[in-house]
């Protein structure tokens, strides 16, 4: 029996169409991309050096401790171990698991937050949107945060059940030529079993024959 690397991008591919999941995992055909546009890369990149800046003042920055934000992050701090960090940030470590069958679920985080009273962990992602945030819009990463919370369970560390999306949406530019942007903080329920049932789901698909249902991507395989 084959084993897998999975990912919450791999996941996400499966709930979008589980005929081209299986054929990606199997080596089959890929889905083809279009480029990653460079610009959320190199937010990622400055945010990450932002808040680390913070971080080694054990500090939050003012998106999280000050106005509307400064209540849900009272009592909270981020994550200061630098060497670890670096690691579950590793698109290709990340935070990892490997199963007694070797099939290693893995995914990188943007930051971690630690409650002060009870030291469980929190997961911080960022994101940056050309629009504004809409009722739903934090529903779209639910998967990705539950397997986050699931990743750190299984390698021994305790977590609140949600975790913080932060949002970076443009509103202006300065006479100056600065971008000023608008931040949203959405905290969000999420769930270990969740996760774990989502990852169970994937390896039992992926130890089945072919789904026979196409997509407009696979409909010629």
Request: aromatic residues 10%; positive net charge; charged residues 25%.
């Amino acid at each position: 029996m084959m084993s897998y690397r999975l990912s919450p991008s791999s996941l996400n591919l499966m709930q979008e169409c589980p005929r081209c999941f299986w054929l990606t995992l199997h080596k089959v055909w890929k889905r083809p991309t279009g480029p990653f546009p460079s610009l959320p890369g190199g937010m990622d990149r400055i945010l990450k050096a932002h808040f680390d800046k913070f971080m080694r003042e054990g500090k939050l920055p003012p998106e999280l401790c000050e106005g509307k934000n400064a209540e849900s992050c009272a009592n909270l701090k981020l994550f200061d171990n630098e060497n670890l960090l670096s690691v579950w940030r590793n698109n290709f470590k990340g935070i990892s698991w490997t199963d007694k069958k070797g099939n290693i679920l893995h995914g990188a985080v943007d930051n971690i937050l630690v409650n002060k009273t009870n030291n469980k962990l929190i997961v911080l992602d960022y994101k940056t949107r050309g629009f504004p945030v809409k009722e739903n819009t934090a529903e779209n990463y639910q998967l990705q945060l539950d397997v986050y919370n699931f990743l750190l369970k299984k390698n021994g560390y305790k977590t609140e059940d949600f975790a913080f999306l932060l949002f970076y949406v443009p509103r202006e530019v300065t006479a100056t030529g600065e971008v000023i942007f608008d931040t949203e903080l959405k905290k969000v329920n999420i769930s270990a079993e969740r996760g774990e049932k989502i990852w169970k789901n994937a390896l039992k698909l992926l130890n089945s024959e072919c789904p026979k249902e196409t997509c407009e991507w696979c409909d010629r395989i």
